[in-house]
């Protein structure tokens, strides 16, 4: 049995050309948690692998959680710690560049006052 008998039955082509480019490890450089998570591993990359109890997924490299939009993204090998910790990051700095902008005057009052 090789780590690639555990595809998963949607997309199987795309998960599989991911994962061999990835050569079936997480490809997560730390991304997923503070600056450095993974900085003492060969090459700053997290060490998990594809295993049948450790399966990989494909996902976009900044995922959003909107899968029409994660799927036309360049794709990626994720564990599911990272996947997690990435798509956390993600959300957190749009959700910043939402506030920085929330209080900004609208470029046109449409409120109706004549």
């Known amino acids: 049995m090789t780590t690639t008998d555990f595809a998963p039955i949607a997309a199987e082509a795309v998960w599989r050309a ?3 480019a990835a050569g079936f490890q997480c490809q997560c450089i730390g ?3 503070p600056e450095g998570a993974h900085k003492t ?3 700053g990359r997290c060490k998990r692998e594809h295993k ?3 399966h990989l997924i494909a996902a976009a490299v900044a995922p959003t959680g909107d899968p029409h939009k994660d799927m036309a993204a360049e794709q990626v090998a994720y564990c599911e710690p990272c996947y997690d910790g990435q798509l956390a990051a993600t959300r957190r700095t749009a959700r ?4 920085k902008h929330e209080n900004d005057v609208p470029l046109f009052d449409l409120g109706g006052e004549a």
Do not use: H
């Not at 910043?96 to 506030?99: L, T």
């Open 96 to 99: 910043a560049a939402a506030a």
């Open 52 to 54: 049948p109890y450790q």
């Open 18 to 20: 991911v994962m061999q």
């Open 41 to 43: 591993n060969p090459g």
């Open 31 to 33: 991304g997923c948690k």
